[in-house]
């Protein structure tokens, strides 16, 4: 005979449930403008790729993975998702990135230059004094 599964105690807490009216009518929507700006920079990853199956070449062993990464992609973007409009503001929106990294990357360089010998570098002013 299969046991069976103890009855409620009298007394324990009962799961509860949200009050009526405090969830939400519908879920979250997804933000168009982030959804198109991600076609667009995935739009230009195909492209990059598809320029670089003639320097792989397309029977070698990253060529041919090239073009089974292409085979997927090219399906998850639509046509005309990638206008030079769009490509010259995605190539500007990574040179700034760039500038921004190598400005934190020399930030980093001179914080580690003029930290005190034996490591330590940072932490409160009053820190090393205690």
Known sequence: MAPQAPAAVPGSPQPQQAPFGTTPATG????????????????????????MIP??????EHGREVLKALNILV?????????PASQR????QMAMRNVKDNQQMQALQQQRMQGAPGGGTGGAPGAQAA
């Open 55 to 60: 320097m792989f070449g397309a029977s070698s």
């Open 89 to 92: 503001n995605n190539i500007e």
């Open 28 to 51: 979250p929507t997804p933000n168009r403008g982030l959804e198109a700006a991600g076609l667009q920079r995935l739009g230009s990853v195909v492209k990059n790729l598809e320029e």
């Open 75 to 83: 399906k998850l973007v639509p046509a005309g998702s990638v206008t």
